[in-house]
Each structure stands twice: as C-alpha cells, then as structure tokens.
C-alpha cells in the first residue's frame, strides 16, 4: 500500500513538473516572440533560419555598399548638373559673340566670363566625395561590389567626363575648349578672329552634347543603383517574413496554452493538496 501510494505520488510530482516545464517554455516563447530556441526544437526549421540569417547578413553589407554607390553616383549627378550649366552658359556668349558687331570693350568682358567659366570647370574635376576622395577618378573608376560576383561603378572616369570631347580636330578638355573661346574672342586679328570665333562655337557646341550625354549615362548609373536598392529591399522583406513564419511565436495559440497549462497545474495542485493532506502522515507512520 505505502509502495502504491509512493509511486502515485511520484507520477503526479512528475506530471506536474512537465506541466511547469511546458508552462515555462510557453513563457519564453512569449516574451522571445520566438518558437525555435534551440535547433533541436526543430531541425529542418532552424537550418533555414540559419541561412536566412547569413543571407540577411549579407544583404546588410551589399546594402551598405549600394547606398554608397547611390551616394556617389547623386554627387555627381549634381557636379554633371554644374557642368552642363556652366557649358552652357558658354554656349549663350559664344552665340553672342559670334555678332561681328560687338565692340572690343564688350567682348573683352564676354572672354572674362568664359576664362571664369573655364576656371569653374577646373575646378569641377577635383570634386570630392564624402569620404574625401576624387569624385571622378582617373585611368579607372571605383568598382563597388554589391551582390556576389557582381560590381557596378557608380560615376564615370575623370577623362571620360572632361576630357574626351568629341570635336573636329579631336577629342579636347572641356575647360580647354572654353579657354579657347575666350582667346578666339579677344583675338586682335579680325581675320583670324572670325574664324577662330567659328571654330570656337563648333567647339562648345560639341561640349555641351558631350555634357548632355554624359549627364545622361550618369542618371542611368543612378536608376539602375536605385532599382537594385528597390530589389534588395524586396528581397530582405520576403525574407524576414519567411524567417518569421518559421521561427516566429503564434502569440494567441501560445498565450491560450499557456493560460490552459496553468489552469491544469493549478487543479492538479490544488486536488493533491487535498487528497495528500494526510498520506504523508500516514506514510511516514
């Protein structure tokens, strides 16, 4: 009798132990938002939440990396914008220039505004970016990966912007060609300055399609960082939501087991409370 009634009590004791196991692990599940908490609760489940994780880890470097590419590539859409303002303000002088009529006063100050434009342009190749390096760097342009395997450069070459003007005598610097200009405008010789200011013209001309197209391949440099932001962005969101479907807590499922597993511990403690209340004595007598 004494062994029954010990065996009784010891799978009671235990029963009521696994429900406060369970009821502490319903607890954590709750207050981690988390059903995985370790990999042996679910293998297959936490193998993939673990290759979410590198995965998002991942995506957190190239993210890093793209947003720098972005950064870039708007800084210099914004210096091509100076440019193409700039050239084209020589442009503007050029054609007014070109009037035979202007006195030597007037196109005296027309050449000082080209030399100013000239010198802006200058100044323009040696932009820096928010790190403190050249903008448009020289020979090469900085390859910056963002996916695996994968780089884009996010601005042109110094060269590719400045100095590659297409014109009839050959490719030239664009601040050269408005230097010229200005000395086309001022030269003393009236039979070699009309000429010298056609040839001028045809230059800067040719500079601001240069500018124009330029500009243009940088915004496709810009849409084409912004749509690989945008796919990453989606990627990440399919991610976190697989992750959460995986290892995620049903909050309402857990909480109602939780409130159950309580209430049967409670009862089971309350009833062996009251039916042991004396079994003890009588055993230990």
Do not use: C
Not at 42 to 59: E, G, L, M, Y
Not at 97 to 122: H, K, P, W, Y
Not at 252 to 272: E, M
């Amino acid at each position: 009798m004494i062994s029954g009634t010990r065996y009784q009590l010891t799978l009671e004791i235990n029963r009521q132990a696994t429900l406060a196991r369970d009821i502490a692990r319903a607890q954590s599940e709750i207050s981690t938002t988390k059903r995985i908490l370790a990999p042996s609760d679910d293998p297959v489940a936490a193998a993939r939440v673990s290759d979410i994780a590198r995965t998002q880890a991942d995506s957190t470097a190239w993210k890093r990396n793209l947003d720098l590419a972005a950064s870039l590539s708007a800084r210099a859409d914004t210096t091509l914008k100076a440019i193409e303002t700039a050239i084209g303000r020589a442009a503007e002088l050029m054609v007014t220039a070109a009037n035979g009529t202007m006195s030597d006063e007037n196109r005296a100050t027309v050449a000082q505004e080209l030399r100013s434009i000239a010198q802006e342009l200058e100044s323009l190749k040696d932009v820096k970016d928010s790190r403190g390096n050249a903008l448009f760097m020289s020979g090469t342009t900085l390859q910056i990966p963002v996916a695996p395997g994968f780089s884009v450069a996010a601005v042109a070459t110094r060269e590719d912007v400045f100095e590659t003007v297409a014109t009839s005598s050959g490719p030239q610097d664009i601040a050269a060609i408005v230097q010229a200009a200005a000395d086309a405008i001022v030269e003393p010789d009236p039979a070699v300055r009309g000429p010298a200011i056609q040839q001028a013209l045809d230059d800067v001309n040719a500079a601001v399609s240069h500018a124009a197209t330029v500009r243009g391949e940088q915004g496709a440099r810009g849409n084409r960082i912004d749509a690989m932001l945008e796919r990453l962005a989606d990627t990440d969101i399919q991610l976190e939501e697989e992750r959460g479907l995986l290892e995620g807590t049903d909050i309402p499922a857990t909480v109602a087991r939780l409130s159950a597993k309580q209430l049967s511990l409670d009862a089971a403690q309350a009833v062996f409370a009251r039916i042991n209340q004396n079994t003890l004595f009588d055993i230990l007598r």
